[in-house]
């Protein structure tokens, strides 16, 4: 009898909260999945090495197709293929352990306002694979030497609740 009681404890195990998680004000829009990398440059800051980062390049999918719909740059920023475009701003941050964080982010329109992204005004990057600097090979030999991170991540774009 205490297997079952020990598998009751364990789920009854608290889970730390997600910080990423949307209000409710917002519904989901889209979803894709960014495949690309991080891309890193080594520094020497305040007397010590480091990898900083420098800027995201991945192509997104449709979840269903499997099709490109887009691309995720330096902004950060989301462009569709159709033109739309937002930018986007962090306000929560979730660390992941080996891979980027998980983010939520406010976008604002920075390309056509007829498109896909139109109306988006959250952009939130969760399932993160990979994509989070190495923890060495940054040192004095290596100063303004670039590398790219592959990585992969869910990205949820949402616009306000109706």
Not at 119 to 147: E, F, K, L, W
Request: charged content about 10%; some cysteine; hydrophobic content about 35%.
């Amino acid at each position: 009898m205490i297997l079952p009681f020990a598998l009751l404890a364990l789920t009854l195990a608290p889970q730390a909260a997600d910080t990423t998680t949307p209000p409710s004000t917002v519904q989901v829009k889209l979803t894709a999945e960014g495949i690309g990398v991080q891309i890193y440059s080594c520094v020497q800051q305040d007397g010590k090495f480091q990898w900083k980062f420098q800027e995201p390049q991945a192509t997104l999918f449709d979840r269903t197709t499997h099709q490109p719909v887009g691309t995720h740059s330096a902004g950060p920023t989301w462009t569709w293929n159709d033109g739309s475009a937002i930018t986007g701003k962090v306000v929560q941050s979730q660390p992941s352990a080996g891979s980027v964080a998980w983010l939520l982010l406010d976008a604002t329109p920075s390309g056509s306002t007829i498109g896909a992204l139109t109306g988006v005004t959250m952009v939130r990057r969760s399932n993160t694979q990979g994509g989070a600097a190495p923890a060495t090979g940054c040192d004095a030999q290596n100063v303004d030497v670039t590398i790219k991170v592959p990585y992969q991540a869910t990205y949820t774009f949402y616009e306000p609740a109706h």
